[in-house]
């Protein structure tokens, strides 16, 4: 999976401006996935030269400026499947916390807690966010969500809204985890 999956994922609910596209990003897919305005603006443009993107000039502002708004081409929609039947290519492990935990005896026990509660302070954010998510998901009120809804039969909604909230529930199994393995370690320094 790269960025321009997710990117091709969010254009799949309807077009967007790479404004648009840039904000949505960080109130849906980028809680699974990253990438930064400094990314996403010029993967827009690669992937419209590409011809996955079909780029329309819409008004912006009050002096007949334009700016460009993305949709999906139907080879934009045929990567996306291809996207989507691919296995996922699980990429080497790179765990900062982790790294850092095996090594804490290079510091403090007190340096060792502040690293764990802050490790707890991350995920317990992720969850709480997840879980708004999910119910912003089983109302059909997140704008994204509602976007796809409009474009998709009725009967595919109950399909839709099932497997997004898949997802963050296992955003938030992981968060649990992760919290859940801090707290252990916080135990284990109190022994030490």
Do not use: C
């Amino acid at each position: 999976m790269t960025l321009r999956s997710a990117l091709l994922a969010l254009l799949s609910s309807g077009p967007l401006t790479g404004y648009d596209a840039s904000q949505r990003f960080g109130a849906s897919v980028g809680f699974v996935w990253s990438g930064s305005d400094s990314q996403i603006y010029p993967e827009l443009r690669k992937m419209e030269a590409e011809e996955l993107l079909v780029g329309s000039d819409v008004p912006w502002g009050s002096k007949g400026a334009t700016k460009t708004e993305y949709a999906l081409s139907e080879k934009g929609w045929e990567a996306l499947r291809k996207a989507w039947y691919e296995p996922v290519t699980y990429g080497p492990t790179r765990d900062p916390a982790r790294l850092k935990a095996a090594y804490f005896e290079v510091g403090t026990n007190g340096d060792a807690r502040r690293h764990l509660r802050a490790h707890i302070a991350h995920f317990e954010q992720q969850k709480i966010q997840s879980e708004s998510m999910i119910d912003e998901l089983k109302a059909k009120t997140h704008p994204t969500l509602a976007r796809r809804l409009e474009r998709s039969p009725k009967k595919e909604h109950e399909r839709i809204v099932a497997f997004k909230v898949l997802a963050y529930e296992g955003q938030i199994a992981r968060a649990q985890a992760e919290i859940e393995w801090a707290e252990k370690g916080l135990k284990l320094l109190d022994t030490l």
